[in-house]
Antibody
């Protein structure tokens, strides 16, 4: 059974940093691209970032480019999102999501995690 | 940039069949895969259809997806409606310059 489980969310002050993790199981992790998608309170889903199966290609939404970094450790079946210079508008539930593809169609999502809440507030 | 347009809401009775459309504004609907996500209030999203017509493991066969080149649209069909199917449904696709194009969502009411 495919499972992805996020962790690392919490309350952080504006300008602070946080690292999210996503532990994956039930599939060959290195064969698939992985995504982070977020949802601000009362808003729709917003794609944040993706990384190819091998980790060599990364993709970012313009809203996070330069202050978020996606990475993965295929030996640990784990996806990460390093979030720096956090702003109030980054407050959201962050979902880890598995792609059905390895590279080119990375935003085609077939499985989602339950999410982890990030709150940016003083 | 293209847009995906969905009806704001649909309603149908239990046991019936409902179809939700998703129309692509420019470029061919067949050029890039279409996904359908279900989100119940207060819950995380789940994928009911990916790659136009594929169901993830655990999604009932009552859910099916298709694309129609003539109308440049995708459709999600749910047969044998159950009250648990009541949720918001979103279509999503992409192209070479936009990794995430999202429909506005359709609220399905099963009454």
């Amino acid at each position: 059974e495919v499972q992805v489980l996020e962790s690392g969310g919490g309350l952080v002050q504006p300008g602070g940093s946080l690292r999210l993790s996503c532990a994956a199981s039930g599939f060959t992790f290195s064969n698939y691209a992985m995504n982070w998608v977020r949802q601000a309170p009362g808003k729709g889903l917003e794609w944040v970032s993706a990384v190819s199966g091998g980790g060599g290609s990364t993709y970012y939404a313009d809203s996070v480019k330069g202050h978020f970094t996606i990475s993965r450790d295929n030996s640990k079946n784990t996806l990460y999102l390093q979030m720096n210079s956090l702003r109030a508008e980054d407050t959201a539930i962050y979902y880890c999501a598995k792609s059905s593809c390895s590279t080119s169609c990375y935003s085609v999502i077939d499985y989602w995690g339950l999410g982890t809440l990030v709150t940016v507030s003083s | 940039n293209f847009m995906l347009t969905q009806p704001h809401s649909v309603s149908e009775s239990p046991g019936k069949t409902v179809t939700i459309s998703c129309t692509r504004s420019s470029g061919s609907i067949a050029s890039n895969y279409v996904q359908w996500y279900q989100q119940r209030p207060g819950s995380s999203p789940t994928t009911v259809i990916y790659e136009d017509d594929q169901r993830p493991s655990g999604v009932p066969e009552r859910f099916s997806g298709s694309i129609d080149r003539s109308s440049n649209s995708a459709s999600l069909t749910i047969s044998g409606l159950k009250t648990e199917d009541e949720a918001d449904y979103y279509c999503q696709s992409y192209d070479s310059s936009n990794p995430w194009v999202f429909g506005g969502g359709t609220k399905l009411t099963v009454l």
